[in-house]
């Protein structure tokens, strides 16, 4: 073979090519992996909002359904801390209505506790939690504790670096 074979039009079209071929999936390689690397930040990111989400679920949802009637006020401000701007005027308005008035006149306490809670839904900024509550309750009509138990779906969103419940939906 002669030096002016190896330097044909056709090889040199050939070589092209396979340099084109390989650049072009080198690209896809690497497209590829970035996609598998967002996709994986993005879910880590969900499974952290969520874990994270439904530990302040459990320890907001005891805060805002826990009051005594010798410190309403202060037990509604703890709670109101934990609500979004837009939830907070539904949930000040149920207490002054509903939970205020009857609390002071028969000296109502309620103690909430979160028994259990897990995720339903997750993004990175808004998580759905369903929260399972034992809420004890004394007043001046009953001649014991009641125990009451529910469950309610919690939507929890975040703000800066905390979570705050946006909606308490009983289910």
Not at 138 to 156: F, K, Y
Not at 161 to 168: F, P, Q, V
């Amino acid at each position: 073979m002669t030096t002016a074979s190896l330097h044909t039009p056709e090889r040199r079209a050939g070589a092209l090519v396979a340099v084109a071929v390989a650049t072009v999936l080198a690209v896809l390689v690497a497209a590829l992996a970035a996609v598998a690397a967002t996709r994986a930040s993005h879910r880590t990111a969900v499974d952290t909002a969520g874990a994270d989400a439904v530990d302040a679920a459990s320890a907001e949802v005891a805060t805002v359904l826990s009051y005594d009637y010798r410190h309403l006020d202060d037990d509604f401000k703890r709670a109101e801390a934990q609500l979004t701007p837009r939830f907070r005027p539904k949930y000040i308005a149920t207490t002054a209505k509903g939970v205020e008035p009857l609390a002071a006149k028969y000296k109502a306490i309620s103690t909430a506790a979160v028994t259990s809670a897990g995720l339903i839904t997750a993004s990175a900024d808004r998580v759905t939690v369903l929260v399972f509550v034992a809420q004890t309750v004394t007043n001046s009509q009953l001649s014991a504790p009641r125990l009451d138990r529910s469950r309610i779906n919690v939507t929890m969103v975040r703000a800066g670096d905390r979570w705050l419940i946006d909606a308490l939906n009983p289910v």
